[in-house]
């Protein structure tokens, strides 16, 4: 597996995120309690962050939201259809109002 600054710096020099980046495209990206219990899942989230900290230094916006540090719990990655979906769809809602969307 390539590095992750050998990831990031693929990332940049590719023309979509180039474009995206000037854009200013608003990215969400929802993390939820059970993917850091697998050890893919702490990957996959330092992976995220990190394609934020750059994507927004490059002008982008980008927040990588994680659940349980909004004292959201017990969702899987079907976030939607869980008995909280409310709560989640509230979320949004705030991150599209502050975001201007």
């Not at 989230?45 to 017990?74: C, M, S, W």
Request: with cysteine; net charge negative; proline share 3%.
């Amino acid at each position: 597996m390539p590095s992750e600054t050998k990831h990031i710096r693929n990332m940049r020099k590719s023309y979509l995120f180039g474009a995206l980046a000037v854009a200013a495209v608003a990215i969400a990206a929802i993390s939820c309690t059970e993917q850091k219990q697998e050890p893919q899942g702490l990957v996959i989230e330092k992976q995220g962050r990190d394609f934020a900290k750059q994507y927004n230094a490059d002008g982008g916006d980008a927040t990588v939201i994680y659940l349980p540090e909004k004292q959201i719990h017990g969702n899987s990655h079907f976030m939607f259809q869980e008995k909280n979906n409310d709560v989640i769809a509230d979320l949004m809602g705030e991150w599209l109002i502050e975001h201007n969307l």
